[in-house]
């Protein structure tokens, strides 16, 4: 079992800051690619980041050049920086990990989510 727990999330300008956190605790050795997710209203859920445990990022082509992914692994927390904030970006975040052990299925953790919202 892997928990998370995403915090930093809040009211913000456009074109403002800010810095999300996923804290990960539980079977942490088991977790390979973290990532971030995002759900606006009325809209699925979209993958905003990625990053694997060896560091390797992808990033929606909607936040490239603005959002940056980092991985901290001494303190197991994922953490994804927003820049130049846009109204659209609004949402709420969800921090997620894939957990493998050994030949087992991959299994996908999600955090209770972190509200982001931009105003014009």
């Known amino acids: 079992q892997v928990q998370l727990v995403e915090s930093g999330g809040g009211l913000v300008q456009a074109g403002g800051s800010l810095r999300l956190s996923c804290a990960a605790s539980g079977n942490i050795v088991s977790i390979k690619t973290m990532g971030w997710y995002r759900q606006a209203p009325g809209k699925q859920r979209e993958l905003v980041s990625l990053?694997?445990?060896?560091?390797?990022?992808n990033y929606a082509d909607s936040v490239k050049g603005r959002f940056t992914i980092s991985r901290d692994n001494a303190k197991n927390t994922v953490y994804l920086q927003m820049t130049s904030l846009k109204p659209e970006d609004t949402a709420f975040y969800y921090c997620?990990?894939?957990?493998?052990?050994?030949?087992?299925?991959?299994?996908?953790?999600w955090g209770q989510g972190t509200q982001v919202t931009v105003s014009s």
């Open positions: 997620n990990a894939d957990s493998k052990v050994l030949t087992g299925p991959t299994i996908r953790y």
């Open positions: 990053i694997t445990s060896g560091g390797s990022t």
